[in-house]
């Protein structure tokens, strides 16, 4: 994982801590599932695409990025994939 | 996180792109993240230079849960309400499954708000004569077969009041079975349906509420049936192709009800052709609409 990666996987991290009062407190890097190891339904799924377009300010064309995932087979995404796909349209926060 | 408040409760919403208005209803026991997730929202905006709405019908999704209002008569008269507060003052409607209802309906009870109406794989309560096997159709039979595997029986008839009932008493045990067999999104999906076990959802969703056959053949707007291949709804399809006065019908191949989700890349080309003949149509003020009849 490049410097860039690893530090747009830190940032979500950081969002997803305090994202939906979600109580999961295990340890999240990039390999961590949002549906099966975080627990998201479909509807957090949306709900976390709109505080990442809120955080970065500008509207994020996660359509493609889904369906990118699931022309590949995917049937989970992983922290990385989403700090893989940010990356290419947004700069990390400092906060 | 968008959210409206209208007749007593809070609707959950997503709206991108900029252009002529479509409105997007999802099925009964899904949510907005079906046009959402699949990118199919995002694609039509980008596509087709259009305003895409879509939102959760109350009890499912992120909306407000409600005791009762789940007949399509009500959940007409709720969009036309959003419809309302969005200033919005008509858009094309597109449904999936029960969604398709509502949007008919809504073409129905508020007319000057549809430009016309797209109706994936649905099935009509005010139809039941012509769809005698729809109590056992197969997208129940699949997930009677599913649960059955975690010793879960919900009866080979459709029936979502059992359903909801049944969930909302299952033991932690159960729900830790149903994990390996279900997947983790099919898992969370039926947890979201507890909350409609305390409502009417079950049985007002199988309602005809007024929307019979008689009124059906009365919408005047342009509409599109897009049926799956392998449905088991195509006396339905036939119906409306032959009934409406503005009606043509698509077949999605390879699918069987669950078409936006399972088979997007065939689903989403027949949607777009679709909108975009009927936003050109719709756009056209004071033209007669002419009457496809495709295969």
Partial sequence: ?95 | MPRIERRGFATYYQQTGSGPDVVLIHAFTSNLSMWVLTGIAEALAQNLGLRVTSYDMRGHGATYVTPSGYDSATLADDLAALMEAWQMPAAIVVGHSYGGVVAMHTAVRHPDRVRGVIVADSYFPGLSAIEPSMPHAEPWRDLQRTLSRAGIEIGDQVDFSRLFALIQDLTADQWEALDPILGPSGTRWLGHLKPLATTTAGHEAFEAAGLTADILRTIRQPVVGLYDEHSAFLRTSAFLQDELPSCCVDLVPGAHHLAPLDNTAAFLPLLEKHLARLTTAAGIAGSEYDRPRMA
């Avoid at chain 1, 957090?44 to 087979?73: H, M, N, Q």
């Avoid at chain 1, 049937?75 to 349209?89: M, P, Q």
């Fill in chain 1, 1 to 95: 994982m490049n410097h860039a990666t690893d530090t747009m996987t830190q940032d979500v991290i950081q969002v997803l801590r305090c994202f939906q009062q979600r109580e999961y407190s295990g340890p999240m890097h990039a390999h961590t599932r949002f549906f099966g190891d975080l627990g998201f339904s479909s509807i957090d799924a949306v709900i976390l695409g709109e505080t990442l377009d809120e955080r970065y300010g500008k509207k994020l064309p996660f359509g493609s990025f889904l369906r990118e995932l699931r022309d590949r087979g995917a049937e989970d995404i992983a922290i990385g994939d989403l700090a893989d796909f940010l990356c290419r349209h947004v700069t990390p926060r400092e906060s």
